[in-house]
Structure formats: C-alpha cells, structure tokens
C-alpha cells in the first residue's frame, strides 16, 4: 500500500511558477517510479511527467516540456513538480501517482497503482 497526498496548488499569473509536492508513505519509496498528471474541466486526465525510481530518468509531455521539472528525495519520499511560465491552459486538478511496476517510465493511467487526492492550480490570464 502506498498513500499520496499533494501539496502546493494554488491560483497565480499567468507567467508565474510553482511547486507541486507529494509526499509518499507506506512501501518503500525509491521502490517505484512516481509520475504526475492533471485533468481540467470537462477534459480527461492526462500524463504530465514520470520520474524513474533513482531519479535518473524523466520524462515530459510535449506541452510541459522546457517549462515544469519533476524531481524526487527518496530520503523525505517526496516528488515534485516545479512549474515555470505557467499558462491558463495549466489550469487543472494535479494528481501525483505511484507505478509499481518493476521497470520503465510510463504515461498510461492505468498502470499507475496508487493515486494522491488531487491539488488545485489555477492560473489567470
């Protein structure tokens, strides 16, 4: 069992960063890779960014790409999404996942095993 809990949202300018935690207990946490997504309203929720179990390796949506940057301390189990020049077009519900799976990065929902609550990021034109 893994339980996640995002921390961080808010509402910002357009042009503005923030930084997304979410922090892991249960099963050990540099045993799994972690990955964020985001669903805004009346859309699907969709893949932002992985990170792989040691941190060596990540992975973006072409649409977040040069501009967030996931990052990880397995010694506080925690992964974070820096977001920079933020656009209303980020606005969205972000969820950090778990993905216990033993290898690869993935951007599939479903082969994400465990799910945090969701923070709010709203980001005015």
């Known amino acids: 069992q893994v339980q996640l809990v995002e921390s961080g949202g808010g509402l910002v300018q357009a042009g503005d960063s923030l930084r997304l935690s979410c922090a892991a207990s249960g099963r050990t946490f540099s045993s799994y890779a972690m990955g964020w997504f985001r669903q805004a309203p009346g859309k699907e929720r969709e893949f932002v960014a992985a990170?792989?179990?040691?941190?060596?390796?990540?992975y973006y949506a072409d649409s977040v790409k040069g501009r967030f940057t996931i990052s990880r301390d397995n010694a506080k189990n925690t992964v974070y999404l820096q977001m920079n020049s933020l656009k209303p077009e980020d606005t969205a519900v972000y969820y950090c996942?778990?993905?216990?799976?033993?290898?690869?990065?993935?951007?599939?929902?479903?082969?994400?095993?465990?799910w945090g609550q969701g923070t709010q990021v709203t980001v005015s034109s």
């Open positions: 996942a778990a993905d216990l799976r033993d290898y690869g990065l993935s951007l599939r929902i479903h082969e994400y095993d465990y």
């Open positions: 990170i792989s179990r040691s941190g060596g390796y990540t």
